[in-house]
C-alpha cells in the first residue's frame, strides 16, 4: 500500500498570511491530484501534477509536484476565509486506477 | 459544467436490509469508481469499473458488495446485507478514457456522496 501522509493536520491562520501544506510519500506516483473538500460533500478536483519538478498556480495556490514523484506540495498566498476548507492529496501508480488520499489538512482562516 | 450526481444524498437503513446507491457518472467518461469515507478517517477505494466489469477492489469490497452498470447513465453500488460497520459516506467518480495513445492523467471527479446509515 502506498501511503500518504499530510502534514500539518490542521492549519489555522490570519487573513493575508500565507500558509503551505505537505504531501510526503515513500513510494512513486504516476500522477498527484489535489481535492478540496467542504463537510458533508464529495471531494472537489483541484489540480493534477504528472512530472516531477512540476509548478502548477490556480490564482494564489501553487502546487509543486517533487522531482521524485514522491511528495507535493500546497501553497497558499494571501489566504481569504474562502480558503478554508479541508484540502487531500491522492494519489494514483497508473493512469486508470484506484486513488490513494492523505488523511486531509484542515485550514482555517480567520477575518 | 457536467459533473457526478448520487441518490439519495442520505439512506437510513436497519442493520441486515439491502441498500442501492446511486450514481450517474459525467457523460462521456468510461472508468467508474466507489470510494467511501467512514466519519473523520480517510477516503478509501472500494471498486473500480470499465469495460462493464470489475477491474480492481479493495479488501471492504467483500462479497456483500456488488456494481452494476444496468444502462447507459446509471452506475450502482449494492449491499446485499448492511452492517453497522457500514455507515459511512460513499462517493461515486468518474473519469475520462482518452483513445489513441493520448495522455490521461487519471483525473477522477467525485459526486456530492450519499451518507448511508445502518441501524
Known amino acids: 500500500t502506498q501511503l500518504l501522509e499530510q502534514s500539518p493536520q490542521f492549519l489555522s491562520i490570519q487573513e493575508g498570511e500565507n500558509l503551505t501544506v505537505y504531501c510526503n510519500s515513500s513510494?512513486?506516483?504516476?500522477?498527484l491530484q489535489w481535492y478540496r473538500q467542504e463537510p458533508g460533500e464529495g471531494p472537489v478536483l483541484l489540480v493534477t501534477?504528472?512530472?516531477?519538478?512540476e509548478v502548477k498556480k490556480l490564482k494564489r495556490l501553487t502546487f509543486q509536484f517533487g522531482d521524485a514523484r514522491k511528495d507535493s506540495s500546497l501553497h497558499i498566498t494571501a489566504a481569504q476565509p474562502g480558503d478554508t476548507g479541508l484540502y487531500l492529496c491522492?494519489?494514483?501508480?497508473?493512469?486508470?486506477?484506484?486513488?490513494?488520499f492523505g488523511a486531509g489538512t484542515q485550514v482555517v482562516v480567520t477575518p | 459544467e457536467p459533473e457526478v450526481t448520487q441518490t439519495p444524498s442520505h439512506q437510513v437503513t436497519q442493520m441486515g436490509q439491502e441498500v442501492i446507491l446511486r450514481c450517474v457518472p459525467i457523460?462521456?467518461?468510461?472508468?467508474f469508481y466507489w470510494y467511501r469515507q467512514i466519519l473523520g478517517q480517510k477516503v478509501e477505494f472500494l471498486v473500480s469499473?470499465?469495460?462493464?466489469?470489475?477491474?480492481?477492489k479493495s479488501e471492504i469490497f467483500d462479497d456483500q458488495f456488488s456494481v452494476e452498470r444496468p444502462d447507459g447513465s446509471n452506475f450502482t453500488l449494492k449491499i446485499r446485507s448492511t452492517k453497522l460497520e457500514d455507515s459511512a459516506m460513499y462517493f461515486c467518480?468518474?473519469?475520462?478514457?482518452?483513445?489513441?495513445?493520448?495522455?490521461?492523467?487519471?483525473?477522477?471527479?467525485f459526486g456530492p456522496g450519499t451518507r448511508l446509515t445502518v441501524l
Open positions: 467518480a468518474s473519469r475520462i478514457a482518452l483513445a489513441g495513445g493520448a495522455i490521461s492523467y487519471n483525473e477522477q471527479f
Open positions: 491522492a494519489g494514483g501508480r497508473d493512469s486508470w486506477g484506484k486513488l490513494q
Open positions: 513510494s512513486v506516483f504516476s500522477s
Open positions: 501534477v504528472v512530472t516531477g519538478g
Open positions: 457523460s462521456n467518461h468510461l472508468y
Open positions: 469499473f470499465y469495460n462493464n466489469e470489475i477491474s480492481e
